[in-house]
C-alpha cells in the first residue's frame, strides 16, 4: 500500500531540506524549519495587514483624491465639491493642483494627478470623462472702458484694441488668436500672463480688456463682461486615464451626482 500523501514531506521535497526528525517518540523541528516558521510568521503578519488596509481602503477611511483644475473654471466649480466630499469622507486626503489646460493634460499623462478637468476640445480621444458644467469665454473690461456700455462685441472691435492676455497655453489665448486671425484684426499686447490673479487685476486697473470666464467675471463688480457674437462656450469635464481608484470613483461620482453619499 502507498503511504498516505504528507504536506510536509512534499514541502521538504520542494524546498530540499529536513523539517522534523523524530525522536524518542516526539517530533522535533530542525533549526530550519524554527526558520520557516519565524518567516511565516512575518508573512501572515503582512497578509493580515494588507486585509486591513484593503478594508479601510474599500470603505474610504483612508485614501487620497488628485485632482487638477484649470484657474478659472476650477476655482468656481470645485471648492464646493470638494467640501461636500470632505463633508462625507474626512478621512480621504485631497490633493488639488491648479494648472492651464496644458498643465493639467501633462500632469494626467505624468500619473501627477488621477483626474482633470478639461475643456471638451482639450481631452484626447479615448480619455474617459464626464461632463460637469459650462460657462461662456467673455472680453473683460473694466467699468470705466470705452466698450463697457456694449453687451456684445464684434471681431472688429478687437483690432488695435489694448489687451492684457493668457499665454498660448491657455484656451482662451487660443480662442482669442482664432478669432483675430478669421477676421483679420490685430490686438494691441500690452502684457502677457499665465498668473490669473495678475490679469484679473491688470483688467481691473484699465490696462486693457482680456478673456475671462463669465462666471468669475460676473463675481467682482469692478468688471464688465461682453459676449462674442456669436458666444464663444466652454464645456468642461472631469477626465482621465486609467481605472480609478475608490476614493477617486467616489468623487467622481459625487461629480456625476450618483454617489450615495451620506447627509
Known amino acids: 500500500m502507498r503511504p498516505p500523501f504528507s504536506p510536509i514531506k512534499k514541502l521538504e521535497d520542494e524546498l530540499g531540506i529536513l523539517l522534523f526528525t523524530r525522536e524518542a517518540r516526539k517530533v522535533v523541528a530542525s533549526p530550519e524549519a524554527l526558520l520557516l516558521l519565524r518567516r ?121 484694441l489694448p489687451m492684457v492676455v493668457f499665454d498660448s497655453s491657455f484656451l482662451q489665448r487660443r480662442v482669442l488668436d482664432q478669432l483675430c486671425k478669421k477676421a483679420g484684426v490685430h490686438f494691441r499686447l500690452v502684457l502677457q500672463s499665465n498668473f490669473v490673479p495678475v490679469i484679473h487685476q491688470a483688467v481691473a486697473d484699465g490696462l486693457g480688456a482680456s478673456t475671462l470666464l463669465r462666471l468669475m467675471v460676473e463675481q467682482d463688480s469692478r468688471l464688465v463682461p461682453l459676449s462674442f457674437s456669436p458666444p464663444e462656450v466652454f464645456h468642461f469635464s472631469l477626465c482621465w486615464r486609467h481605472a480609478l481608484s475608490k476614493p477617486n470613483k467616489t468623487f467622481v461620482d459625487l461629480a456625476r451626482g450618483e454617489s450615495r453619499v451620506p447627509n
Open 40 to 160: 511565516a510568521d512575518r508573512i501572515f503578519d503582512e497578509l493580515k495587514l494588507a486585509r486591513h488596509e484593503l478594508q479601510a481602503a474599500a470603505e474610504l477611511r483612508v485614501g487620497e483624491v488628485k485632482i487638477g483644475m484649470p484657474p478659472m473654471y476650477g476655482q468656481v466649480y470645485f471648492p464646493r465639491l470638494i467640501a461636500q466630499f470632505h463633508a462625507a469622507f474626512p478621512a480621504v486626503v485631497i490633493t488639488a493642483m491648479e494648472g492651464s489646460a496644458d498643465e493639467v493634460q501633462a500632469m494626467l499623462e505624468s500619473g501627477a494627478i488621477d483626474i482633470g478637468m478639461l475643456e471638451n476640445r482639450r481631452i484626447p480621444p479615448g480619455w474617459d470623462r464626464i461632463d460637469v458644467g459650462r460657462d461662456e469665454t467673455v472680453l473683460c473690461v473694466s467699468r470705466t472702458h470705452p466698450l463697457a456700455a456694449k453687451e456684445r462685441v464684434a471681431s472688429k472691435d478687437l483690432d488695435g
